[in-house]
């Protein structure tokens, strides 16, 4: 089945949410390299939003998931795409905490720079991946999470 342009623009829109999450991650790897920094422009909207809204990414969280991941009207191209895209900005959000409650005491530390860097790659890896498929109109298959969203869409 043939997907159409615009689904396909938007299914690759979507993944900036979860790229928005990991920014922060990427402190350290901005200090030393700060052209790396260009890599963020394409989250800039989503940031914004959601730092300029009162509990701004829950809002987008629940606006995403009701209007779209659970509307049977939306092409299931977009609703694969967008219930992914949330499970691995949970994921995100999820590192994110636990760096921050269980390394707190490493800050500054070198394990917790390379760790936090990692985590900044490997998101980078999962976007530029799953940018690509939905550019070809394929679904982009993320071990473990792409199951789960069968499951939840099925």
């Given at each position: 089945m043939l997907i159409p342009i615009w689904q396909r623009l938007l299914g690759v829109l979507i993944y900036m949410l979860p790229w928005s999450d990991t920014i922060p991650f990427g402190r350290s790897l901005f200090v030393q390299f700060p052209l790396l920094e260009l890599l963020a422009l394409p989250a800039l909207p989503f940031m914004i939003l959601e730092q300029g809204i009162p509990f701004g990414s829950l809002l987008i969280f629940f606006l995403l998931f009701l209007a779209v991941v659970r509307n049977p009207k939306v092409p299931y191209f977009l609703r694969f795409n967008t219930l992914q895209a949330l499970l691995v900005d949970i994921v995100v959000v999820l590192l994110g905490y636990a760096f921050q409650i269980l390394l707190q005491p490493l800050s500054g530390a070198f394990m917790l720079r390379t760790l936090?860097?990692?985590?900044?790659?490997?998101?980078?890896?999962?976007?530029?991946?799953?940018?690509?498929?939905c550019l070809r109109g394929r679904e982009p298959d993320l071990p473990g999470i792409s199951q789960a969203v069968r499951m939840q869409l099925s």
């Open positions: 936090t860097s990692t985590v900044l790659v490997a998101m980078l890896a999962i976007v530029i991946f799953a940018l690509i498929e």
